[in-house]
């Protein structure tokens, strides 16, 4: 390589000697661009100069002018190979007003920890048993071997490599196997390849790293779960052209069947799309989620593990929502729409507890469609049957877990809590609670913090407890504050019973079931939200 440095400081040492000799500038007035270096995405960037209009960057025998600070060099770059790499500062009539940076030296080595199989007809990219361990900084994959073309990145190639932080792709590689970059968490760049065919399932699940992804026009097939977990990504994009597959506000839609395949956590869900699929959101970092009409079903695991997920807006004309659809997320309360029949099992299962508004017109619930903590607020009658296809556990629990409820530190069973008799008023189709009967629903310690349950819920508004016919509120809400404690502590009965409960606010009735005259209705007092 050192063959190459005389050249280019010849070339710059003359092109500083002319603008001097020609352009009259007896004095270069600007500073040398300092502190040159190569981010893990592929830019070169360097101080910025004060008065530049521009700059001048010399790599091995290339020039490149840019306006910035800063200049993309991942495709400048793109074999094993020690750049050297010079920049001066411009001004507005592209005269180098400057002396040269340091010379800065890029040294682009293969880290090893990937090999060659050969496929039948030509060559797959694997790893081999010690990659997570080898492979690091940026790789570069050939796109021929033994005068064969390499054609696919096997399953788990690269996965868990940690330390992977960029990836130049041939144009020769058609697929992307399962698993292929699984959780390279510092995979900060991989562009894809113009011939590619197939996105396999969590191809980049856990790249949190990664901040674009930009699918080229011949993919015929995406998983779902093809980016899990990447919450870095702010663009996806398909390219135009594509028959099977568009991008609309950061989501892949199907276009047949107007499926969303999967988005990005900042992603605007299109307003003309059918149904959510499989494992489109899994474990994304999305904190509010309003479905738009038109969404007749949303899949499996579809937005399972979204922990931040505190707000969710069903919209009326859904009628399935899969198993684990919403299990593992954050919401309080969620209110089911007239128009769902089909609520699959475990589809809301997470520990905290859950406020449900939930129809009788919905005709099947999987098992443990709720978690155990639930309050459910249902229009049945107490005195009617639940449908047939409710497959809901007993109501009453086991004594499984202790909470520490502010210093006071008893054991007390945890309760399914199914609210009957209530009265629904519908807002486009979604109902919220305006009454029911507390005669067969409260026990004589309702609301104790030893017996909590949830309050109801409806989207924008905050609800102030439970009013009487003459408007005066007799139950009140507050928040019991659950804190998390690991270890064991004394049960009433002397016992001593492990627990690791979530740490969680919870809203729960409080006040005397003594007030609440027998047989009267309450009434939900509603505030609107600020």
Known sequence: MKK????????????????IAVSGCSALKLKA????????????????????????????????????????????????????????????????????????????QDSGGWTLQYNGEGYDVAGTEDSKNVVSGKVILPSVYNDLPVTGIADEAFMLCKNLTSIIIPDSITEIGQAAFNCCTSLARAELPRRLQS????????????????????????????????????????????????????CIVRKADRQLVCGTKNCEIPENIASVGENAFYKMDIEKLSLPKGVESIGTAAFQNCEKLKELCLPDGLKTIGSRAFSGCAFDYVSIPMSVESIGGDAFNFFHGLSVTLPKSVKKLGANAFDKYVTIYTDLKHDENYPEDWKLPET??????????????PAFPVKRRIITDCVFVCEDGVPYVDSFNPEHNLDSDAGNSDNPYQVPGRAGYVFGGWADGNGNVVWHTEFHI?????????????????????????????????EIPSGNLLYAVWTPAN
């Open 396 to 409: 009453q629990m086991d004594s499984s877990f202790i909470y520490s409820f502010d210093s006071y530190a």
């Open 33 to 108: 661009p300092a502190n040159l270096r190569v981010s893990d995405d592929g830019f070169l960037s360097w101080d910025e100069v004060d008065g530049a209009a521009a700059y001048r960057v010399f790599i091995n025998d290339g020039v490149f002018d840019t306006d910035e600070n800063r200049l993309d060099i991942f495709w400048l770059t793109d074999s094993y190979d020690v750049y050297l790499i010079d920049v001066v500062a411009l001004d507005a009539k592209n005269r180098i007003k400057s002396e040269s940076s340091e010379l800065f030296e890029y040294d682009l």
């Open 199 to 250: 996105l396999e399932r969590i191809a980049f699940g856990g790249c949190k790293t990664l901040t674009e992804l930009k699918i080229p026009k011949t993919v015929q097939y995406i998983s779902g779960e093809m980016m899990n977990g990447c919450n870095g990504i702010t663009t996806l994009e398909i390219e135009e052209g594509n028959e099977i597959y568009e991008s609309q506000g950061n």
């Open 4 to 19: 190459k440095i005389l050249p280019m400081f010849f070339l710059l040492s003359l092109a500083i000697g002319l603008c």
């Open 482 to 514: 659950f804190q998390k404690v690991s270890g064991s502590a004394p049960s009433s009965s002397g016992a001593d019973l492990s627990y690791t409960p979530k740490s969680k606010y919870i809203l729960s009735l409080s006040g005397p079931a003594g």
